[in-house]
């Protein structure tokens, strides 16, 4: 099937005389006929649902869904993006391990790496997704167990070069975690150029109507865990029966391991409501996309002829450094949302969305209605200077999403506003 048809028909089949439409399961547990049918599953938790913690009917639809559309083996939802970034990291790096991140990531995702990763023992480096190959190959270590970037960074929108993380981190033996969820699976699919997991923050364009917060982790099922640097993936889990998870689970080591070990502790598990919620805006995800793509060019062209614009970061733009690598990764567009720096300042840039009317002036991104944020006030406000410029952010830069509005009167809003 192709993206529309898997966005209305994988994950889910109705049985014959069964619901048309994917049900909810809201419900905490699932009743077995023996004791011993329980202890089977908790043998194998692939055989059955037994509680929501870790696995729920619906959300398990969602999760098979997401993973088609992505190319992937397998999923698991979180309850948000955020939980999704610590989950696959925490799935590789034990105390005493490192990852390497590019510094093009979302506000929050660089202090749950500098900050709160540290008090796991796990260090972070950051390196300048733009930066050579030798450079990202010096800032490697024995330790490093993987790599982790933006498809799309949020919110200085560079274009990561998928193939050359992909070939570095394979050469050194680790995966290489990609960040989807501005490109979503319908403009770019990681794992078709060399990525090993693939995370989303499900509440942005996946969900798309701003009803709930999630975030899912997919695993590509290709990488090769049987080595000396993940031996929690090819020894006994003594906390698990002895499960070898290449062993026993060998078409998707890295998701099992990650549901049967963190989800089971954790619990950061959607709800069967929340699954619900998130397969509705899937099911009209490829059209919304190629919508917000249309939106997004014309309101980036229109932005680059103000003369009040002092940039507009939108990969899609001819004008943009970004450009030939976009049209590589993805061909069908940018999506919605894009970065302008505004003549004046950061003064500037706070008039200018406050006299915005269409417009929703929040922390929020890609939905289906038009909005905007301040970054270094908001999202990034808790980074030093240095990290706001090496996150690639200019204190008068705006974050603006483009909606599902008319086009004319999104951009009439922002000219009233520049005016």
Known sequence: MRDETKCLHSGYTPENGGPGVMPIYQS???????????????DDPTKAHIYSRFTNPTVDCVEKKIADLEHGAAAMCTTSGQAASLL????????????????????GTVNLFAVTL???GIEVDFVDPDAAENDIQSMIKPNTKAIFGETLSNPSLQVLDIEKFADIAHKNGIPLIADNTFATPILCKPIDFGADVVIHS?????????????????????????????????????????????????????????????????????????????????????????????NGLKLAQFFESSDKIEY???????????YSLAKKYLPKGTSGVMSITLKGGRQKAIEFMDKLKLA???????????????????????LTDEQLVNCGINPAMVRVSAGLENIDDIIEDFRQALN
């Not at 999630?214 to 006994?236: A, L, Q, R, W």
């Not at 909005?371 to 006030?377: E, F, T, W």
């Open 118 to 120: 540290k008090k796991f």
């Open 28 to 42: 905490t547990t699932f009743r077995f006929n023996s004791t011993d049918e329980i202890a089977a599953v908790f």
């Open 312 to 322: 507009v970061s939108y990969p899609n733009l001819k004008s943009n450094k970004y």
């Open 88 to 107: 696959s990291v925490l799935n590789l790096a034990n105390s005493g391990d490192r990852i390497l991140s590019t510094s093009a990531i979302y506000g």
């Open 202 to 294: 499900t509440t942005k364009y996946l969900d798309g109507h701003a009803l709930q917060v999630g975030g899912v982790i997919v695993d590509s099922g290709k990488f090769n865990y049987n080595s000396e640097k993940f031996k929690d993936f090819c020894t006994p889990d003594e906390s698990y029966h002895g499960v070898i998870y290449t062993k026993d689970y060998s078409n998707c080591p890295y998701i099992i391991k990650a549901r049967m070990q963190l989800m089971r502790d954790i619990g950061c598990y959607p709800s069967g409501m929340s699954g619900f919620l998130l397969n509705i805006g899937i099911e009209t995800l490829a059209l919304r996309m190629e919508r917000y793509c249309q």
């Open 360 to 382: 929703s002036k929040e922390v929020h991104v890609a939905d289906i209605r038009t909005c905007v944020l301040h970054p270094a006030s908001a999202t990034h406000r808790q």
